[in-house]
């Protein structure tokens, strides 16, 4: 069964970094695009940013553009969000998730979060 | 404000069918294929039904989706306790290129 596992949140002061991570196991990620999703408490979905297999391609939600960066290394099996100069509203649960490379839209395996609390 | 519309509860009793909508524009749903996730209290979302109206492996066809024009709606027959969960529609938009998410909708078997 396809597993990710994000790793890297915590509580961090507003400015500050932190860097996520997931790791993927159990099927071939390179081929696989991979998305970032953050949960804040008590509200919706929202989708942050997107990967391509090769890493070729990355859009970014309007709210995050020029503060976080998705990156991966396939070699590693793992998919990164830098988060730099964070806001209170940036306190979220960080989900990675897992798309068919036929259809960008499907996410069909998310991890299992890691929350992220932006706070001084 | 989420780019598609859901309401943001709904309920139902035991063996009852409930339908959930989701509303966007012609840049998502209009265009694109729709999604549904299932959110169980205190776990991660789960895929429930991709492309408008399949289900993945695994999903009982008491869940059922459809759609028209820039509205889909997600159908849920003999409803069970354990279907009390969120509820959340996405679908892929061309001007943000990303997918788009409902606000959800919290279902409740009463």
């Known amino acids: 069964q396809v597993q990710l596992v994000e790793s890297g949140g915590g509580v961090v002061h507003p400015e500050r970094s932190l860097r996520l991570s997931c790791a993927a196991s159990r099927f071939t990620f390179s081929n696989f695009p991979m998305h970032w999703v953050r949960q804040a408490p008590g509200k919706g979905l929202e989708w942050v940013a997107i990967?391509?297999?090769?890493?070729?391609?990355?859009y970014y939600a309007d709210s995050v553009k020029g503060r976080f960066t998705i990156s991966r290394d396939n070699s590693k099996n793992t998919l990164y969000l830098q988060m730099n100069s964070l806001r209170a509203e940036d306190t979220a649960v960080y989900y990675c998730?897992?798309?068919?490379?036929?259809?960008?839209?499907?996410?069909?395996?998310w991890g299992q979060g890691t929350l992220v609390t932006v706070s001084s | 404000q989420s780019v598609l519309t859901q309401p943001p509860s709904a309920s139902g009793t035991p063996g009852q069918r409930v339908t959930i909508s989701c509303s966007g524009s012609s840049s998502n749903i209009g265009s694109k294929a729709v999604n549904w996730y299932q959110q169980l209290p205190g776990t991660a979302p789960k895929l429930l039904i991709y492309n408008n109206n399949q289900r993945p492996s695994g999903v009982p066809d008491r869940f059922s989706g459809s759609k028209s024009g820039t509205s889909a709606s997600l159908a849920i027959s003999g409803l069970q306790s354990e279907d009390e969960a969120d509820y959340y529609c996405a679908a892929w938009d061309d001007s943000l290129n990303g997918p788009v998410f409902g606000g959800g909708t919290k279902l409740t078997v009463l």
């Open positions: 998730a897992r798309s068919p490379s036929s259809s960008w839209s499907r996410l069909d395996y």
């Open positions: 990967m391509s297999s090769d890493g070729s391609n990355k």
